[in-house]
């Protein structure tokens, strides 16, 4: 997607929606960073609003002083709110839109590879909340998101990774051609590759799939948390990206999917395979933490629901009591 | 509805839902004061919370301390949460409901006159915020809302009349036999009466009508906001209760619309009536005040979206100026 044609998009959106105000949020860093976005997307009587950078901003008390800012810029229930940023910006402004006044449009323009291809799609709002990711939040969906492939070209190599964590899992449990476009690129070179736009709007459109027949997250979607149950622990435990956590993630549950004769062995060679020639090193000390999984979200008394790959492009999902779970780690 | 039918009811929702833990939340007072209904529930494996007593408890900061019981007493997403009290409860329960994990389920056993017929359907939540009323909230409805007219025996007449505000609304706006019934009623006799359930259901029929019809508010469910735009400011001007600054906000709501021509006097008069008649005494010096309509959600910019009565279980929508009604008041 060109630069020019998502200005034209937003334009469009907004022309649609006619709101009586537009607020911009953004994290401090990025404000300076985006400069030049803010600028050409141009919109006179729009309000810059802050939020911290990072996951400081993803707690109660910044949700308390964002819920201020919208009063003291006086929106209203036809107003707009556009999250300019990665997942943390659009987790923050989609669980404030969505509780101002019992819920306010909002727009997603995501500016990194993850929330391009997975966070700003789906309606997930969340923060964190006693230490415990994304235990507050709704289901709340923009009215647009807005993917622009100009922004990745400013990412650092980490970023790239953090992204390519959730590309490679959109591969494994539905679209193989994901995997097939990867294999002759390296995290390095893909913010350049004439590939990436083809490899964005697939990996969308996974996310999609599952968003689209399951929006409240009660069964079929949970086969986009592969890699996620054991990938959150360790995202916790040694503060790494998202992406390259569910990397690990995945790793370790395609291992014990094999213990379990649920996954051949191949599958977990492939993916290594893929993560060599990308360029991504893996850190194998790294391990998940048991106690942590014991306050998953996706906790049923004591059943996990796990997906399982199959083969490349097929997924399923099984129920382990998590105390089995513990037998494997 | 008898008590003995509202228990089955209720342990056929919970059969049914089969959750993995249950809260009881309720309100310091209420929980002393409704022991009884408690102990009738007869939940030996559920944990009750308390939240502050009246509208303290409608606050951000008692909503984290709510969201961590919620945690401390692991409840998860197949965890059931049950609001045991009037509007605020209601309010409280269903707000943190839900943001907890995305959303819990959680069942309506209100309390109040006000809350049987009104706030405890029709699933919109609420917090105050910066002193704004229930500027903070969602769209969420119970999984269940249990009656039980028991609970009206215990009452104030001061309770009796905050629900008679909303069930008189009713009336006017949809369906005139509730009037006819409350013809022969005082506000003193009516939790004793035998036409306590017919009322209660036909007032809870006219309040589903049109959250069915309407569920996000976006059009027809503003007619149940009559008497509302001009009673919500004298409710926090006078520190009176919802149900009298209703029948307040509907007295002088039918006067600007006659001034416009737009409902006979006729209308008004019948009210008058009405109220006198079931001993509902009104302080007419109680006026609306303008400067807190500006701040009220149903506000589109400068226009405002005001219920008229055309005449007895008639109503419909006009679109003001809010400069205008300032003109009026």
């Known amino acids: 997607m060109s630069f020019l044609n998502s200005i034209e998009f937003l334009r469009a959106v907004l022309r649609k929606e006619k709101p009586t105000s537009i607020?911009?949020?953004?994290?401090?860093?990025?404000?300076k960073k985006l400069a030049w976005a803010i600028k050409k997307i141009n919109l006179p009587s729009a309000t810059v609003v802050e939020i911290p950078d990072g996951e400081a901003a993803k707690e109660w008390v910044e949700i308390e002083k964002l819920l201020k800012k919208f009063i003291s810029h006086n929106l209203d229930r036809?107003?707009?709110?556009?999250?300019?940023?990665?997942?943390?910006?659009?987790?923050?402004?989609?669980?404030?839109?969505?509780?101002?006044?019992?819920?306010?449009?909002?727009?997603?323009?995501?500016?990194?590879?993850?929330?391009?291809?997975d966070s700003a799609h789906g309606g997930k709002?969340?923060?964190?909340?006693?230490?415990?990711?994304?235990?507050?939040?709704?289901f709340y969906p923009p009215v647009a998101t807005i993917v622009d492939s100009r922004f990745i070209k400013s990412l650092s190599k980490e970023q790239i990774i953090d992204g390519l964590g959730e590309i490679i899992k959109a591969g494994f449990i539905k679209d193989p051609t994901i995997l097939t476009l990867l294999k002759k690129e390296t995290a390095d070179r893909l913010p350049e590759s004439r590939k990436l736009k083809s490899i964005i709007?697939?990996?969308?459109?996974v996310k999609q799939y599952y968003v689209n027949?399951?929006?409240?997250?009660?069964?079929?979607?949970q086969i986009l948390n592969f890699g996620h149950t054991l990938g959150h622990t360790i995202e916790l435990k040694y503060n790494?990206?998202?992406?390259?956590?569910?990397?690990?993630?995945?790793?370790?549950?395609?291992?014990?999917?094999?213990?379990?004769?649920?996954?051949?062995?191949?599958?977990r060679n492939n993916l290594e395979t893929l993560l060599k020639s990308l360029g991504i090193k893996i850190d194998y000390k790294m391990?998940?933490?048991?106690?942590?999984?014991?306050?998953?979200?996706?906790?049923?008394?004591?059943?996990?629901?796990?997906?399982?790959?199959?083969?490349?492009?097929?997924?399923?999902?099984?129920?382990?009591?998590?105390?089995?779970?513990?037998k494997f780690l």
Chains 1, 2 share one sequence.
């Open 213 to 221: 027949k399951d929006f409240k997250d009660t069964g079929l979607r």
């Open 78 to 117: 036809n107003g707009i709110v556009i999250a300019l940023g990665g997942g943390t910006v659009g987790d923050v402004v989609g669980f404030a839109s969505s509780i101002y006044l019992r819920g306010v449009k909002y727009i997603q323009i995501p500016t990194t590879l993850l929330a391009q291809i």
């Open 125 to 138: 709002t969340a923060i964190n909340f006693l230490g415990y990711k994304n235990q507050i939040g709704s």
């Open 287 to 326: 391990k998940a933490e048991y106690k942590n999984i014991l306050h998953d979200k996706k906790l049923r008394g004591n059943q996990i629901f796990l997906p399982v790959i199959s083969y490349e492009g097929k997924a399923r999902i099984i129920k382990l009591d998590v105390h089995k779970l513990k």
């Open 201 to 205: 709007e697939k990996a969308i459109r």
């Open 240 to 267: 790494i990206s998202h992406g390259r956590a569910v990397i690990m993630g995945m790793l370790q549950e395609l291992k014990i999917a094999e213990k379990s004769k649920l996954t051949p062995v191949s599958v």
């Open 23 to 31: 607020i911009i949020v953004s994290s401090k860093e990025l404000i």
